[in-house]
T-cell receptor, first 114, second 112 residues
């Protein structure tokens, strides 16, 4: 099946710094990638939809200047959390899709901001 | 509004028993999917059922969809300890936007 990787799997950063999370589709070209956020014991909340070569579409309430998304190629999307604060600590999961019927999810990145 | 509300929120059963999880949603959908998530991991796609389908099987999994009641159920038969995970339903509306809306999930614990 289609494989999606995320890097890093865990990251700890200090408040005020920026963190970049990579999402790669390893064996297919993803026309669309999605970024989700998940708080402990809660569901996934869609943050933004990213299409290769175009600006990401953010969900209501998600600050686009804080969560910068770049989808530079059909196999790579990055999420940069700028000026991170403790409340940004969360589990970030990306997914990638080709035909939009099925999303293939990455293993997630655990971000802890101290 | 939040689509895909699962119940129960938590379910604990013994190995070998069947586990049934339910999902309800509020507006018309195109597809409904079930995913599994082990603690601290990504999601694994289990099964997709389209709005014009009523039942689907995959191994020990059986999914039903009742569009008149806007609900779906996931049945895992002959459960195993390895089935312990959180299970989420997710809906999409089709068209040009296939965004998935996830429910809150059911935490299934299968005791050996």
């Amino acid at each position: 099946g289609a494989v999606v990787s995320q890097h890093p799997s865990r990251v700890i950063c200090k408040s005020g710094t920026s963190v970049k999370i990579e999402c790669r589709s390893l064996d297919f070209q993803a026309t669309t990638m999605f970024w989700y956020r998940q708080f402990p014991k809660q569901s996934l909340m869609l943050m933004a939809t990213s299409n290769e070569g175009s600006k990401a579409t953010y969900e209501q309430g998600v600050e686009k200047d804080k969560f910068l998304i770049n989808h530079a190629s059909l196999t790579l999307s990055t999420l940069t959390v700028t000026s991170a604060h403790p409340e940004d600590s969360s589990f970030y999961i990306c997914s990638a899709t080709t035909d939009l019927y099925e999303q293939y999810f990455g293993p997630g990145t655990r971000l802890t901001v101290t | 509004s939040q689509q895909g509300e699962e119940d129960p929120q938590a379910l604990s059963i013994q190995e070998g028993e069947n586990a049934t999880m339910n999902c309800s949603y509020k507006t018309s959908i195109n597809n409904l999917q079930w995913y599994r998530q082990n603690s601290g991991r990504g999601l694994v796609h289990l099964i997709l059922i389209r709005s014009n389908e009523r039942e689907k099987h995959s191994g020990r999994l059986r999914v039903t969809l009742d569009t008149s009641k806007k609900s779906s159920s996931l049945l895992i038969t002959a459960s195993r300890a390895a089935d312990t995970a959180s299970y989420f339903c997710a809906t999409d509306y089709g068209g040009s936007n296939y965004k998935l809306t996830f429910g809150k999930g059911t935490l299934l614990t299968v005791n050996p």
